[in-house]
């Protein structure tokens, strides 16, 4: 195995040691480099023994660092340095399987790639894992490692994520324990499949398993309208998600009692809001390491938020602007800017809830909600001197929604400034009383 040298920093430890674009990288002091982490692992050394392949002959070359943590200067072609793992589940709940046809190639792509997990957080099944990949996690000690369990039951793992292998990668979690790997566990819970007794099952099991499990996260399937011949599911009703909530309640009660009064497993916001719940408060959700997953997103919101707002002085503010958002924040936004109107005199603000027209009502959070959505639904108001939307909204690039419209084509449309605003509460509040940087 050899990845190719696309690049070399101009005075770099690369270029100095004659490295050359074209190159292709095997080894560092001894060991293969498969990858992107191999070699960021390996060259976190003072002394270095590159062995290279140049116009097919193999070139050896030293590097001597001042500081084992300096950077070589080598560029790849990928950030990985090579392809991205698919998965390899054909899932029931798959998110991915819902989309309609006719988007951008990426949306279809279904990542589970233990890099992405270690650079970015993304959450992989265990099930994509070969032996060299355990064995260097392990080695590495690369952690925390995000990962879907879904369930600790093997024979229903196998049955829900359709992979003959699933029930059995489950035994990963054991070896990354024993060996000290810190892991953030995430349950999607199905109506019926995986909840009741099964998920009792599952949070115990996982339990066995702490500290090395940092954390669980129960979310609900999310299901769109695009489910023709897919496995039938449903969402969760009021009463079935409060159960959710009352299982991992009972739960954490015993656990904490053993544990010194820690929270192993959260309920996502989302059960709260399907079981018409009071939201727990921030303390209670520790460091937030289920963020992503929407567990604590609006405890931790409301409270910077508010936390900005007791800190800001009061004073005359002369705003009339339109707050945009999906169902499941639609009520917390609502509230926290009726405290923003009281406290900040000729401060005006509708909080208006987007219902997602596109993926289906099922759908309620505003990562999914897509340009024509806004446009449709905010285009006959009367929307004052802005709109702000979550920019959660919007794909990684920044500028553009799942549908492709952009920030800029949304804004003409609706014939008014639009400003995408970050996932923070004392963030929110500035651009509430002072707009959008433009």
Known sequence: MSVIVEKVCPASYGEKAGISAGDELLKINNHEIFDVLDYRFYIQARKLKLELLRNGENVVTNIRKSDEYADIGLEFKTYLMDKQHSCKNKCVFCFVDQMPKGMRDTLYFKDDDSRMSFLFGNYITLTGLCEREVQRIIDMHISPINISVHTMNPKLRVEMMKNSFAGESLKILDRFSENGIDMNTQIVLCPGLNDGDELRFSLEELSKLSPSVKSIAAVPVGLTKFRDGLYPLRTYTKEEAEEVINIIDEFNAHYSFYN??????????????????????????GEFSQLDNGVGMCALLKEEFLDALENTKSKAVNRNITVATGYAAHRLLSSLCKKAEEKFPGLSINVVNIKNDFFGDTVTVAGLITGADFIAQLKDLELGDEVLIPRVSLRNEGDKFLDDITIEELSEELNVKVTPVESNGAVFLDVILNGGAD
Do not use: V
Request: hydrophobic share 35%; no cysteine; aromatic share 20%.
């Open 260 to 285: 010194g009064g820690k929270t192993l497993a959260y309920a996502s916001d989302e059960f709260y809001l399907i079981a018409e719940r009071e939201l727990p408060e921030a303390d209670y959700y």
